[in-house]
């Protein structure tokens, strides 16, 4: 069956008739598959009508998968609002903000009406035990399965989300079936006792950004659906992150897809080239007693490390040169 996708205004053509006209004794047979509003246009030969529904499903995928399929969260907290909040509303929110949810600790009404940003104050708790931090991804999860959204990507406040590049990647995967995507930050599996048992398994770091299907996300319903999620964490001793990878690959049974474009600031972000940038899905800073881990933008930074220490402004003037407050001249 030769195919071509063609863009058109036509009415459906009913399967039925399409295996009528398959088993008729003719060559071949010319017509237009409809799926989500676009048309396939086909040649039919005798008995390849099996193959309609297989061709379509994967082809009109790729083409109407797009950045409103995808909810985008961000955890954050009120005392860091004024500081990585802030950069990340001045660059790649811009190219996601309908898609993108913060779930913070504090109300900011003030940020909420200057940016339009949609600010959630999830009453988790601003510190960074385990119990606040599980409190916010279960809120995370619940307000994502009410979304009707393919996909659940996570991301922390100290990442850049390079939204184009996450479309890109995201297409190339089925959200009707089991993924979760990310990359780890352990070279081996973590172990845990859960129930008086030795468990062990793969997690995903939320410092570099998760992904998870909406099919695997119902399958996740049990482990973390109205509060659950906390019981979890609770229940194997360890941080939000690591019972995503509890539930998932222990539980579920559902291998982690690791992604080497998913960048956190636990690596080494000096070794990434410039070259490299574009390609990548999210990228991240840190400042940890005094050792800078960010992005060597030397060359072609549009600010200096004073006006831009995370480098967040220089990598999204680089991405987007077009911006009107990035400079037109490097400095």
Known sequence: ?????????SHKLPRILLMILAWSGLTTTTFYLWRNGVSVQCELGKNEYANIDRLT??????????????????KTSGKFHASRLQVILKTWWN???????????????????????????????????????????????????????KWWCHFDDDNYVNAKRLVKVLSGYDSNKDHYIGRPSLSYPISTTYIGRMVSFWFATGGAGICISKS?????SK???NGRFRHSCNSIKLPDDCTLGFIINNRLGVNLTVREDFNSHLQSLKRIRIDEIASQ?????????????????????????SQDPTRFLSL????????????????
Not at 57 to 74: M, P
Not at 126 to 133: A, D, M, Q
Not at 281 to 305: E, K, P, R
């Open 1 to 9: 069956m030769k195919c071509l996708l063609v863009m058109v205004v």
């Open 57 to 74: 499903t994967s082809a009109v995928r790729n083409i109407t998968f797009g950045l409103d399929d995808i909810f985008i969260s961000v």
């Open 95 to 149: 190219n996601c903000r309908n898609q993108t949810t913060f779930f913070s600790d504090e109300d900011d009404s003030n940020l909420m009406n200057t940016s339009g940003a949609r600010i959630l104050n999830t009453n988790c708790g601003n510190s960074h035990f385990r119990t606040h931090l599980c409190c916010k991804m279960g809120f995370e999860y619940d307000y994502f399965m009410n979304t009707g959204k």
């Open 216 to 220: 695997l996300a119902v399958k996740m």
């Open 223 to 225: 482990w973390s659906r």
């Open 281 to 305: 899905v999210t990228l991240s800073h840190s400042a940890d007693q005094g050792y800078l881990n960010v992005l060597n933008m030397q060359n072609v930074a549009a600010f200096s490390i």
């Open 316 to 331: 999204h003037c680089h991405l987007h040169p077009e911006i009107h407050w990035c400079p037109s001249k490097r400095t």
